[in-house]
């Protein structure tokens, strides 16, 4: 318990300012790794955990909490977003915290076949950023923090996807925060958000 | 229309009590211009199964006599608790979406997943051998659900006549059956802070058990997710959460009672009995019911049950125990713990702490999120945050 309770304080100071989550113990990321071999993850999501797929995520560096809180979610089929749900069912709670501290763990990278940075997209994307204070849940670099995922440098297109469901009501997580960021928002907007994010 | 305006339609509906305001996320609702830049947000939840010995039960604090032990585990997410006639409790949840069931075989408690994919399914309450089960928007009835807990089969499907409102936020329910055999719940306000249509949203319903007879008994409650039938007078008492960002230390959430079917407890204009909305004018907080008692700021007090056992010593007969499941909107935690509140002769009520410990320093160890008394009158508390469920004894 000690052990755990420093843990809650380390992460404390890590989000300064933030008043501490609660204790929790970190999956195991080795056994983590090797599920993900026997599973075949690396296949859609990059050997590396950076996917070189469209459509679909790279997971390196995702907090951990937000990757065990999707395949969840997932799991209990309240996220549908075909193959996931497939391929979670029969996972134990353990085997999702393994994974999530597998993935949580590996460096973060950008898609080898991302498209070259458009200086106007770049800046309308900057400015709605601003304006509709993502950095504030995602923190100001966007390396996500607890359920909130990374959002910089993920697959372009992918970002585009997610921000259109939500907006359209297809997609909910564990809150309707998302929904609400971008509601009404126009597609052109949301791709700028997109490039802007895959940019960093 | 396309489909994706529809559920565009669908998404605005849940902010049309916004009234003309640029929508944002509920909870963010109503937080000043100087605090845009506050880190302070709702506690991410805990979805998977918390290992029995990393639970905090050796944690907790009691007044002297009582003793806490682990009644249950390996159940993410749950919270609100009913007891069926044949002893099963039955466990809501909110985002797993999931009801348990836990049961004693062989000397053990055995817990069962007995429905799963629904949206917060927070609200339950047993009576006549069925268990009645709220999510949002979504009313079913299991019938003789204690004789089939392997395969509860296809519920019945109260939902159109219970014609509950869509709105996801303060949507999901607290549900108690009354000494009138009616079936009570809330539907909170879908913000944090705004308008609201008086005969939809910020109430206390009663209904009959098939979703008939709909009867407002309070308006004006922000979100009840505690309710309770004072044993000998049967009033109806109820939990309720006060808005946030409005200042640190008010207003106060609060315990209120209903003298009256049908009258208001002030929101938004007026919050507990004695606080004007910043924002929301034009309604004097004289023109209100106030509050029983306040239970302190931010500290989200939810479920809450009276005590009518004969284990706990003659002082708790009668009064209440309420589940404060701890702050997000306050730099120093608030709440975290469970509370009793007792009546005097006159009806007043005072608060007296009594489970503790779940706070370490500014971090948390536990949301205590309901309590609900045996047959044995031990009482038990769940622990959302841990999926536990812990039981509280006393012996002189």
Not at chain 1, 29 to 54: F, I, W, Y
Not at chain 1, 168 to 195: E, F, I, Q, W
Request: charged share 20%; aromatic share 6%.
């Amino acid at each position: 318990m000690r052990r755990a309770v420093l843990a809650a304080a380390v992460l404390a100071a890590a989000c300064a300012g933030l008043p501490a989550g609660p204790a929790r113990a970190a999956g195991d990321a080795a056994q983590g790794k090797a599920l993900a071999a026997e599973r075949n993850c690396a296949t859609c999501h990059g050997a590396a955990g950076v996917s070189a797929t469209p459509n679909i995520p790279s997971l390196a560096g995702q907090p951990e909490d937000f990757i065990t809180l999707q395949m969840i979610l997932f799991r209990e089929r309240l996220r549908d977003a075909p193959p996931m749900p497939d391929m979670a069912q029969g996972l134990e709670d353990p085997q999702i915290e393994a994974l999530a501290a597998h993935y949580a763990g590996l460096a973060p990278g950008h898609a080898a076949d991302r498209a070259p940075r458009d200086e106007a997209r770049y800046q309308a994307g900057a400015a709605l950023s601003e304006k509709l204070r993502c950095g504030i849940c995602h923190l100001p670099d966007y390396r996500g923090r607890a359920q909130i995922p990374r959002i910089t440098g993920q697959r372009e297109e992918y970002l585009a996807q997610s921000l259109t469901q939500y907006r359209d009501g297809k997609r909910h997580g564990s809150d309707t925060n998302m929904n609400a960021v971008v509601y009404g928002v126009p597609d052109a907007d949301l791709a700028a958000l997109a490039h802007y994010l895959a940019q960093q | 229309m396309k489909p994706g305006l529809l559920a565009l339609a669908a998404v605005s509906l849940s902010f049309a009590a916004a009234a003309q305001q640029a929508p944002v996320p509920g909870w963010q609702q109503g937080r000043p211009e100087s605090q845009a830049a506050s880190p302070l947000a709702p506690n991410a939840p805990k979805l998977t199964v918390t290992p029995v010995d990393q639970l905090p039960v050796g944690r907790l604090t009691l007044p002297a006599g009582f003793k806490a032990e682990v009644h249950a585990h390996g159940m993410p997410g749950a919270r609100m608790m009913a007891v069926g006639a044949n002893g099963t409790l039955f466990v809501g949840t909110r985002t797993i979406g999931r009801v348990y069931a836990v049961t004693m075989e062989g000397g053990q408690q055995k817990v069962r997943t007995i429905a799963s994919g629904l949206t917060q399914p927070n609200g339950i309450a047993f009576r006549d051998g069925a268990l009645y089960v709220v999510a949002i928007n979504k009313v079913l009835r299991f019938d003789g659900i204690e004789g089939k807990l392997d395969a509860p089969g296809t519920p019945v499907d109260l939902t159109a006549a219970f014609a509950l409102p869509p709105e996801e936020h303060h949507g999901w329910k607290f549900m108690t059956f009354g000494p009138d055999g009616k079936l009570y719940m809330q539907v909170g306000a879908p913000c944090n802070i705004c308008l609201v249509d008086e005969n939809r949203h910020a109430l206390l319903l009663r209904y009959n058990p098939d979703g008939t007879g709909r009867e407002v008994v309070a308006r004006g409650v922000r979100n009840s997710v505690g309710m309770a039938h004072h044993p000998v007078t049967g009033q109806l008492w109820f939990t309720n959460n006060g808005r946030d960002w409005a200042g640190e230390d008010e207003p106060e959430d609060t315990l209120g009672v209903v003298q009256k079917v049908g009258e208001h407890f002030g929101f938004p204009f007026c919050h507990m009995g004695s606080m004007q909305d910043p924002e929301m004018k034009g309604r004097e907080c004289s023109e209100f019911s106030a509050p029983a008692l306040r239970l302190g700021p931010h500290t989200a007090a939810l479920g809450m049950r009276f005590y009518t056992g004969d284990m706990f010593p003659a002082e708790y007969k009668n009064s209440m125990f309420i589940a404060r499941h701890g702050s997000w909107n306050r730099t120093q935690r608030s709440g975290y713990d469970v509370v009793r509140v007792s009546l005097d002769a006159q009806g007043k009520a005072t608060m007296h702490p009594f489970l503790g410990g779940l706070l370490d320093g500014n971090a948390f160890l536990g949301r205590p999120t309901d309590v609900q008394q045996l047959p044995d009158g031990s009482l038990l508390v769940s622990d959302e945050q841990m999926g536990a469920i812990y039981r509280i004894s006393y012996a002189r």
